[in-house]
């Protein structure tokens, strides 16, 4: 059926056949008639032997230029169909589409000098037909046409796997039953199919001749040059095809949607986007199609790199992509969108783009940026609070917000652990106290629930208020406010141990208090007796005393209600006046104060520091016989200055000296349990040096004797008195 033109091409081995047959009689004749020739022509040896090299000579020069023409001719002709080749693979080369298959077939046609080309797709449900998409016979392009395939040789050509098929001659005896190749006078035909990327066909491509076919091998030679491109742009064809088909099913939903949908092909440029976008961004949909580059350049420059980043990463990735970023409308103003994508395959796998949608978020973030801003203001307030706020997930109990104070307390590392284990931790069951279902009912967040606990790790007890809110994600969180109770606790604690401890101790003296003045009304009794009753009723009445002002003082020192007034204090001068009080009180010990006088002043409230001497030379005189020594003293140690009261009294032993500095810690011991005390005047002793920045602390041995030191810091000269709460 190739007919291929010989003034064209080298009609295959044919054409060298004849003209070697045709030279091999031609020089036969003449090596058998050349010899008669001359013979003829002259008689004379020397005559016959010069003829004789001018006939060689002549055979030899004939030969050659036959030989010349011969090659000169096939050089010419390969050459012409070289070039012939070349411009019909660049024929097609630039086109795509429609455009390539109507070059295709046009210089197929051409080349393979066919009456008739076509190139198909299998269409139908069975993919029993083949739906034309160019056709090109006698010399122009034609209309598509639909036809079966069964019953054709194309039928033979998709069976044929990759090879193709061909009928060089009598195609019209081997497919009597089709009308069509005998009305057109069709003679040979050759076909190829075209396969997918997976070796599935997908249509095919069919040349037809009136004449037979010459050169089977040259003509599929040249196939296989166009039936690869050929297969690829109908795989891409088919692939455009299957994606507008699901864009115009997608295009209907999305004309009408609010959001702003979009179709993108592999490449990434728009195939169709809904008329939102005009609402977004204030283009029309064809302003994306015809200008890929639009999106990037509304998109806000500081988002710039984050979309370009996201852009990227769709190409490289099969999954669905989200970000959010911001537009900047040509009005000026910024829209904030939610952009959402995924790709879309077809049956086989193919990736055919992706199909996405932007949604306008300004009006939630708008919300989200006042509710940071409003979260800001209370966290500045939350900061300022000296008590833990913070906010706690109700699934799983992880911290959300810690206020700074909470930091302060429990360390900058709180982000992802649990409400428990930071506040609580230790506790067991800890959340039981304030279940999520008790603050959250049906959904709703229901009243507070105030519960209180110790934290373990500080020992600091706190009242917590808890109750659920709504955070700005939406979800119901738990809010909780815990306030520092440990000092009202121990306060309550203080006033327990109190009344039990200061009752006992009253008692003690108002009994004396009582009993002597009682008898005093009821009975006569003289002047001495009289004086010593009313002295005994005065020491106790000191006492008492005493004991309620030591309470009262530890008390508010311990609620930090004392006011300390620091001034320069002279101590030679606050050492003799505390022994003089006692020497008066107690002419039963002998009081000795060395201090030397050039003691530097301590910066100090005088009443305060005279009340620590006083409950220590007290404690020395309680504590210690008849007629011993108790020596007051003070001395300079660098920048400190150490006071001291030492006795000579029972001693105090060594596992206990800290202790005695408790409230209410008295000795266990008979001889001192016959002396009065409620177990207050160490600790205030303590508590007001402490206030002073200094140190208290006892050494003692027992039965021999104890001496309290104070370390107080010494006064820089010229260090003006302030006043400290
Ligand atoms: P109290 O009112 O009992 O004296 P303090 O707090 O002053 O309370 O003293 C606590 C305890 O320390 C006393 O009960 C006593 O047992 C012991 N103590 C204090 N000072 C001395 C001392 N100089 N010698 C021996 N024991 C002392």
Same mark, same amino acid.
């Given at each position: 059926m190739f007919a291929f033109d010989t003034e064209k091409f080298p009609d295959g081995m044919g054409i060298p056949l004849k003209i070697a047959a045709i030279y091999a009689v031609a020089a036969g004749l003449w090596i058998l008639f050349s010899d008669e020739l001359l013979a003829w022509l002259a008689n004379d040896?020397?005559?016959?032997?010069?003829?004789?090299?001018?006939?060689? /000579?002549? !055979?030899?020069?004939?030969?050659?230029?036959?030989?010349?023409?011969?090659?000169?001719?096939? +050089?010419?002709? &390969?050459?012409?169909?070289?070039?012939?080749?070349?411009?019909?693979?660049?024929?097609?080369?630039?086109?795509?589409?429609?455009?390539?298959? #109507?070059?295709?077939?046009?210089?197929?046609?051409?080349?393979?000098? #066919?009456?008739?080309?076509?190139?198909?797709?299998?269409?139908?449900e069975? =993919?029993?037909?083949?739906?034309?998409?160019?056709?090109?016979?006698?010399?122009?392009?034609?209309?598509?046409?639909?036809?079966?395939? @069964?019953?054709?040789?194309?039928?033979?050509?998709?069976?044929?796997?990759? =090879?193709?098929?061909?009928?060089?001659?009598?195609?019209?005896?081997?497919?009597?039953? %089709?009308?069509? !190749?005998? $009305?057109?006078?069709?003679?040979?035909?050759? *076909?190829?199919?075209?396969? $997918?990327?997976?070796?599935?066909? &997908?249509?095919?491509?069919?040349?037809?001749?009136?004449?037979?076919?010459?050169?089977?091998?040259?003509?599929?030679?040249? !196939?296989? +040059?166009?039936?690869?491109?050929? @297969?690829?742009?109908?795989?891409?064809?088919?692939?455009d095809e299957a994606l507008r088909e699901v864009a115009v099913k997608y295009r209907i939903v999305a004309? %009408?949607?609010?959001? /702003?949908?979009?179709?993108?092909?592999?490449d990434g440029r728009f195939i169709y986007t809904s008329p939102s976008c005009q609402r977004l961004t204030g283009h029309p949909p064809a302003d994306f199609i015809s200008d890929p580059g639009l999106v990037d350049r509304l998109v806000h420059p500081d988002d710039r790199t984050?979309? @370009?980043?996201?852009?990227?990463?769709?190409?490289?990735?099969?999954?669905? *992509?989200?970000?959010?970023?911001?537009?900047?409308?040509?009005?000026g103003g910024i829209r904030w969108i939610h952009h959402v994508c995924q790709p879309v395959f077809d049956d086989d796998g193919t990736f055919l783009g992706r199909r996405g949608s932007n949604r306008d978020i300004t009006g939630r973030k708008e919300t989200e940026d006042a509710l940071k801003a409003q979260f800001e203001q209370i966290s500045t307030i939350f900061d300022s609070l000296n008590a833990i706020v913070c906010v706690a997930d109700m699934e799983n109990d992880t911290l959300l917000y810690l206020n700074h104070y909470g930091v302060s307390l429990f360390g900058q590392d709180w982000q992802g652990k649990t409400c428990?284990?930071?506040?609580?931790?230790?506790?067991?069951? *800890?959340?039981?106290?304030?279940?999520? %279902?008790? &603050?959250?009912?049906?959904?709703?967040?229901?009243?507070?629930?105030?519960?209180?606990?110790?934290?373990?790790?500080?020992?600091?007890?706190?009242?917590?208020?808890?109750?659920?809110?709504?955070?700005?994600?939406?979800?119901?969180?738990?809010?909780?406010?815990?306030?520092?109770?440990?000092? =009202?606790?121990?306060?309550?604690?203080?006033?327990?141990?109190?009344?039990? @401890?200061?009752?006992?101790?009253?008692?003690?003296? &108002?009994?004396?208090?009582?009993?002597?003045?009682? !008898?005093?009304?009821? %009975?006569?009794?003289?002047?001495?007796? =009289?004086?010593?009753?009313?002295?005994?009723i005065h020491k106790e009445s000191a006492r008492l005393n005493e004991l309620i002002s030591n309470f009262l003082d530890l008390q508010q020192i311990k609620a930090r209600q004392t006011t300390y007034r620091f001034r320069p204090v002279a101590l030679p001068h606050l050492l003799r006046d505390a022994a003089a009080l006692f020497a008066a009180d107690y002419d039963r010990h002998r009081i000795t104060v060395d201090c030397p006088f050039d003691l530097p002043p301590i910066q100090g409230d005088e009443k305060r520091l005279h009340q620590v001497l006083a409950n220590l030379i007290s404690n020395a005189v309680k504590y210690s016989p008849q007629g011993s020594h108790v020596a007051l003293g003070a001395r300079r140690e660098g920048e400190l200055v150490i006071l001291w009261v030492k006795d000579e009294g029972m001693g105090i032993p060594l596992e206990l000296q800290e202790r005695i500095f408790d409230r209410f810690y008295r000795l266990d011991n008979t001889d001192r349990r016959l002396v009065g005390g409620a177990g207050l005047g160490l600790a205030l002793v303590r508590e007001i040096v402490s206030a002073h920045g200094g140190r208290v602390w006892v050494e003692s041995t027992p039965g021999k004797g104890s001496t309290f030191y104070v370390s107080l810091p010494a006064s820089r000269d010229g260090e003006v008195s302030s006043e400290t709460p």
């Amino acid at each position: 059926m190739f007919a291929f033109d010989t003034e064209k091409f080298p009609d295959g081995m044919g054409i060298p056949l004849k003209i070697a047959a045709i030279y091999a009689v031609a020089a036969g004749l003449w090596i058998l008639f050349s010899d008669e020739l001359l013979a003829w022509l002259a008689n004379d040896p020397a005559t016959l032997t010069r003829l004789s090299i001018v006939k060689g /000579w002549f !055979f030899v020069v004939i030969t050659a230029v036959l030989l010349y023409l011969l090659v000169k001719r096939y +050089i010419t002709l &390969l050459r012409y169909r070289d070039q012939h080749l070349q411009q019909a693979v660049q024929g097609v080369a630039t086109a795509t589409g429609e455009e390539f298959f #109507a070059s295709l077939v046009q210089q197929l046609a051409s080349v393979l000098n #066919a009456d008739f080309v076509l190139v198909g797709e299998l269409a139908g449900e069975d =993919r029993g037909w083949v739906q034309t998409i160019a056709v090109y016979g006698d010399g122009q392009p034609q209309k598509n046409f639909t036809y079966e395939l @069964a019953g054709t040789p194309c039928e033979d050509v998709i069976g044929s796997s990759t =090879r193709g098929c061909s009928y060089p001659s009598g195609l019209r005896e081997k497919f009597p039953a %089709n009308h069509l !190749f005998a $009305d057109m006078g069709m003679e040979s035909f050759i *076909g190829t199919p075209l396969c $997918d990327s997976g070796g599935h066909p &997908l249509g095919v491509i069919s040349v037809l001749s009136r004449r037979p076919m010459k050169d089977l091998a040259t003509a599929q030679a040249l !196939f296989r +040059i166009f039936a690869v491109r050929a @297969a690829a742009e109908l795989e891409r064809r088919q692939a455009d095809e299957a994606l507008r088909e699901v864009a115009v099913k997608y295009r209907i939903v999305a004309d %009408n949607t609010y959001d /702003w949908e979009f179709w993108t092909d592999p490449d990434g440029r728009f195939i169709y986007t809904s008329p939102s976008c005009q609402r977004l961004t204030g283009h029309p949909p064809a302003d994306f199609i015809s200008d890929p580059g639009l999106v990037d350049r509304l998109v806000h420059p500081d988002d710039r790199t984050l979309f @370009a980043g996201h852009n990227h990463a769709m190409r490289s990735d099969s999954t669905m *992509g989200e970000m959010e970023f911001r537009i900047v409308h040509p009005d000026g103003g910024i829209r904030w969108i939610h952009h959402v994508c995924q790709p879309v395959f077809d049956d086989d796998g193919t990736f055919l783009g992706r199909r996405g949608s932007n949604r306008d978020i300004t009006g939630r973030k708008e919300t989200e940026d006042a509710l940071k801003a409003q979260f800001e203001q209370i966290s500045t307030i939350f900061d300022s609070l000296n008590a833990i706020v913070c906010v706690a997930d109700m699934e799983n109990d992880t911290l959300l917000y810690l206020n700074h104070y909470g930091v302060s307390l429990f360390g900058q590392d709180w982000q992802g652990k649990t409400c428990s284990d930071v506040l609580r931790p230790g506790r067991q069951g *800890g959340r039981t106290f304030c279940p999520t %279902n008790r &603050l959250v009912q049906d959904g709703e967040p229901q009243p507070p629930c105030v519960w209180e606990f110790q934290n373990s790790v500080t020992g600091r007890w706190y009242q917590c208020t808890d109750r659920a809110i709504r955070w700005p994600d939406g979800r119901l969180v738990r809010l909780e406010i815990a306030v520092d109770i440990s000092e =009202r606790r121990e306060m309550e604690g203080m006033k327990d141990e109190m009344i039990s @401890a200061v009752s006992h101790e009253m008692r003690t003296p &108002l009994t004396a208090m009582l009993g002597f003045t009682e !008898f005093m009304l009821e %009975n006569e009794v003289d002047a001495d007796q =009289r004086r010593a009753f009313l002295t005994t009723i005065h020491k106790e009445s000191a006492r008492l005393n005493e004991l309620i002002s030591n309470f009262l003082d530890l008390q508010q020192i311990k609620a930090r209600q004392t006011t300390y007034r620091f001034r320069p204090v002279a101590l030679p001068h606050l050492l003799r006046d505390a022994a003089a009080l006692f020497a008066a009180d107690y002419d039963r010990h002998r009081i000795t104060v060395d201090c030397p006088f050039d003691l530097p002043p301590i910066q100090g409230d005088e009443k305060r520091l005279h009340q620590v001497l006083a409950n220590l030379i007290s404690n020395a005189v309680k504590y210690s016989p008849q007629g011993s020594h108790v020596a007051l003293g003070a001395r300079r140690e660098g920048e400190l200055v150490i006071l001291w009261v030492k006795d000579e009294g029972m001693g105090i032993p060594l596992e206990l000296q800290e202790r005695i500095f408790d409230r209410f810690y008295r000795l266990d011991n008979t001889d001192r349990r016959l002396v009065g005390g409620a177990g207050l005047g160490l600790a205030l002793v303590r508590e007001i040096v402490s206030a002073h920045g200094g140190r208290v602390w006892v050494e003692s041995t027992p039965g021999k004797g104890s001496t309290f030191y104070v370390s107080l810091p010494a006064s820089r000269d010229g260090e003006v008195s302030s006043e400290t709460p």
